[in-house]
DNA sequence: CCTGAAAACAGACCCCC
DNA sequence: GGGGGTCTGTTTTCAGG
């Protein structure tokens, strides 16, 4: 699935993930080329996969979206048919922005955003309510001290 | 600073969140509205700093990030001089995508983007060479089941 | 606050090097 | 594979209802 970059691509992949409002020509310009080129390179990215969707990012705190929540779950349930709705139930909540399947003793992470704690109660039970789970620990954010969405572009 | 929103607003953010690379007559048609209101609602938020960064979302497979980390930090320095330190470390790697200063027994979450568990590996042991570190509990991603940088939008 | 038109601009695709 | 030009559609602005 890996696809191979040159420099030149990943310049172009550092310039869209910063700014993807720029033009063409302020990329070019930039990147040290012109135009069709990086349109063409762009286009090609787009066919591998490795540009996906385009979004605009949306400030938390502006829509009131002040508590961030990182939720550890262990589970005694490993059935295909209990996974299977603990997913549909997390896909389904737009409060949980981030989920994953861990290795170890922790068996998933889950990143919530929510209005403030009596909010993230309020999912919380809903989830439990849902879906049987051993143990739960919300960890609760103070600060965020870095967030990107840029993804680390190495040689 | 949170703003007040109204029902077309939300509409819209949610379209741009969704496909940022919508024309405006599109998202005019979707959200049952035309170009002009739309567009002088979509500079307010950008004025507003509701609507932030535009941003291509890339694919860390096809960009042989395979490996993603959890990793949770507990620490003995709480003085100003050792967080700055810590603070700027993070800030400056690139492969922490995510990083939060929690309330609790743990202290920090960051979300750790890497090649595989080599590249991991490295990356602690640049962090710990930089800064002291009490205790780091590593958790590794096995499955992505969500990811998503749209916020939720509840009236 | 919306509609509609007009001007400035950028993207998509060409052929030539 | 890169450079330049052209056509088309989109963004941005503005007059008027």
Known sequence: MSVRLDEMDRKILGELQ??????????AGKVGSSKTPVWNRIRKMKEAGVIGRQTVLLDPEALGLEACFFV???????????????????RARPEVMEAHRLAGDIDYILKVRVKNA??????????????????????LSM?????????????
């Open 18 to 27: 910063e700014d993807a409002s720029q033009s063409l020509d302020e990329i």
């Open 72 to 90: 550890l779950i262990r589970t005694s349930e490993h059935e295909a048919e209990w996974q299977k709705k603990f997913l549909a139930t997390l």
């Open 118 to 139: 009596r909010a993230y109660d309020t999912f919380y039970q809903a989830l439990i309510s849902e879906v049987k789970i051993y143990n739960v620990t919300a960890l």
């Open 143 to 155: 600060e965020e001290i870095k967030s990107t969405t840029s993804m680390p572009l190495q040689p």
